[in-house]
């Protein structure tokens, strides 16, 4: 059995040699570079070396782990198993916007037990393991404590290929344009989903996500003190497709109206 404190440690060590390397690519990287995968979906040398690193340093450290990646794909162990982003946000930082992020968790059984969040242009760090408070660059984080949407800021992500649920996506956005502080789309969904665990969002939904997406920014909201769903408000919101995570005060108002509309 792993040592989740000292394993997260070295994952954090892992995420930020992975950023330290995506960082210096930005310095000469233009849009030519990349690739498309499929429609909006963008890919480069960047992710792809970034991914390797950090398996390739996954593997030393738990050599019994399989792996579910976004590049790579899905090579899974028994009982653990990684699940990585090397880049999310790839389309920030393929255009220069300065918001993306390597993201990792460790899932044992169905359990995810470790997460960590490196943004890499603000260098911050936001990391949790099994039965741990959440942290942020070695500072303890919570969720924030705003009881209702009116007081919130949001967050959420754009669909940028699977445009069948757009008719109620769009009233569920005008209804919280109208009724809150204001919606935000920062481009990384790990990146949304750390800034609810440390309370600059009270809230983040969005459809159309894989696992690498959410696996440890969500785990990192739940040690920070928040709630984690679908939009069924249960819990298949790892290979569900679908999140709403809050900071559990605003969760059940968000959720009546993500099932309004959604």
Same mark, same amino acid.
């Given at each position: 059995?792993?040592?989740? =404190?000292?394993?997260?440690?070295?994952?954090?060590?892992?995420? =930020? %040699?992975?950023?330290?390397?995506?960082?210096?690519?930005?310095?000469?990287?233009?849009?030519?570079? +990349?690739?498309?995968?499929?429609?909006?979906?963008?890919?480069?040398? /960047?992710? &792809?070396?970034?991914? !390797?690193?950090?398996?390739?340093?996954?593997?030393?450290?738990?050599?019994?782990?399989?792996?579910?990646? !976004?590049?790579?794909?899905?090579? =899974?162990?028994?009982?653990?198993?990684? %699940?990585? #982003?090397?880049?999310?946000?790839? +389309?920030?930082?393929?255009?220069?916007?300065?918001?993306?992020?390597?993201?990792?968790?460790?899932?044992?059984?169905?359990?995810?037990?470790?997460? /960590?969040?490196?943004? %890499?242009?603000?260098?911050?760090?936001?990391?949790?393991?099994?039965?741990?408070?959440?942290?942020?660059?070695?500072?303890?984080?919570?969720?924030?404590?705003? @009881?209702?949407?009116?007081?919130?800021?949001?967050?959420?992500?754009?669909?940028?290929? #699977?445009?069948?649920?757009?008719?109620?996506?769009? @009233?569920?956005? #005008?209804?919280?344009?109208?009724?809150? &502080?204001?919606? &935000?789309?920062?481009?990384?969904?790990?990146?949304?989903?750390?800034?609810?665990?440390?309370?600059?969002?009270?809230?983040?939904? !969005?459809?159309?996500?894989?696992?690498?997406?959410?696996?440890? *920014?969500?785990?990192?909201?739940? @040690?920070? *003190?928040?709630?984690?769903?679908?939009?069924?408000?249960? =819990?298949?919101?790892?290979?569900?497709? !679908?999140?709403?995570?809050?900071?559990?005060?605003?969760?059940?108002?968000?959720?009546?109206?993500?099932?309004?509309?959604?």
């Amino acid at each position: 059995m792993p040592e989740y =404190k000292q394993l997260t440690e070295k994952v954090t060590e892992i995420a =930020k %040699i992975a950023g330290t390397f995506i960082n210096e690519q930005s310095q000469h990287f233009s849009a030519e570079m +990349t690739e498309q995968k499929g429609l909006h979906d963008l890919v480069s040398y /960047v992710d &792809r070396t970034a991914e !390797e690193m950090i398996l390739n340093a996954l593997t030393h450290l738990l050599p019994e782990a399989g792996f579910i990646a !976004e590049e790579s794909g899905t090579k =899974k162990a028994a009982e653990f198993n990684w %699940i990585v #982003d090397p880049l999310d946000g790839t +389309t920030n930082f393929v255009h220069g916007v300065p918001i993306y992020s390597v993201s990792i968790a460790l899932m044992q059984n169905e359990q995810i037990v470790l997460g /960590v969040v490196y943004e %890499i242009s603000r260098d911050e760090c936001f990391y949790a393991w099994k039965d741990s408070p959440a942290w942020l660059n070695g500072e303890n984080i919570r969720v924030s404590s705003t @009881q209702n949407l009116t007081d919130s800021l949001i967050a959420t992500g754009f669909p940028y290929n #699977d445009f069948s649920r757009m008719t109620g996506y769009l @009233q569920l956005f #005008d209804d919280l344009m109208r009724n809150s &502080r204001g919606l &935000r789309r920062l481009g990384s969904a790990a990146v949304d989903l750390a800034y609810v665990a440390c309370g600059r969002f009270e809230a983040f939904y !969005e459809y159309g996500l894989n696992p690498w997406d959410v696996a440890a *920014g969500s785990f990192i909201v739940e @040690q920070a *003190g928040g709630e984690v769903a679908d939009f069924l408000h249960d =819990k298949n919101w790892l290979f569900g497709g !679908e999140i709403c995570a809050s900071n559990k005060h605003t969760h059940n108002e968000l959720m009546d109206k993500i099932k309004q509309y959604l």
